[in-house]
């Protein structure tokens, strides 16, 4: 069966810095991979995806993720930080073993200071 | 476009009760799933369908059933609530491998 890990549960960061929320995954067959942002008390919307071509995705609200191979990875980073970026982030893939529904990670909670 | 539907949005039960939980989609996708969130365990696949009477389990399937007689509508049946099934469940659509869209979401609180 497919997985997905993310590192951390929380990230704690202060406006205008730079983060990274880091993914991984398993699958013994070609996946797609997606990001995903949850606000408070609303559905989740999807922030990118990665279905193929390019290993640098760009998504909405200047968010980008790159998909490593060989070190099964997929993390999501975004060079600068607003304080409306805090909410939970979650890693998901689909595909493989588990057809084709996704498989989500944990979360991370993003926590941006002023 | 609607894009999908939950309702209710909120929702408190006894043990042992039952209930439907409703999703409906107008976007014509052929996937489509039962997802529930618990802190920490992120988005669990309950069931999911691939087509009108078509349907299938998912990770976490006891104590759920589902059917699909159209396109459109999925609903989610809980026969008999229990405290575990606290929790807040999320409908999807999808084309299949694709990205997933995602309903508002229903919070059930089982005592």
């Known amino acids: 069966a497919q997985s997905v890990t993310q590192l951390d549960s929380q990230v704690p960061v202060f406006e205008e810095a730079p983060v990274e929320l880091r993914c991984n995954y398993s699958s013994s067959v070609s996946v797609y991979l997606f990001w995903y942002v949850q606000y408070p008390n609303q559905g989740l919307q999807l922030l990118l995806k990665y279905l193929s071509g390019s290993t640098l995705v760009k998504g909405i609200n200047g968010f980008e993720a790159e998909f490593n191979k060989s070190q099964t990875s997929f993390h999501l980073r975004k060079p600068s930080v607003h304080i409306s970026d805090t909410a939970e982030y979650f890693c998901?893939?689909?595909?493989?073993?588990?057809?084709?529904?996704?498989?989500f990670g944990g979360g991370t909670r993003l926590m941006v200071k002023p | 476009n609607a894009g999908v539907t939950q309702t209710p949005k909120f929702q408190v039960l006894k043990t042992g009760q039952s209930m439907t939980l409703q999703c409906a989609q107008d976007m014509n996708h052929e996937y489509m799933s039962w997802y529930r969130q618990d802190p920490g365990m992120g988005l669990r696949l309950i069931h999911y369908s691939v087509g009108a009477g078509i349907t299938d389990q998912g990770e976490v399937p006891n104590g759920y059933n589902v059917s699909r007689s159209t396109t459109e509508d999925f609903p989610l049946r809980l026969l008999s609530a229990a405290p575990s099934q606290t929790s807040v469940y999320f409908c999807a659509t999808s084309r299949g491998g694709r990205e997933a869209f995602f309903g508002q979401g229903t919070r059930l609180t089982v005592v």
């Open positions: 998901a893939v689909s595909g493989g073993n588990a057809g084709n529904m996704l498989t």
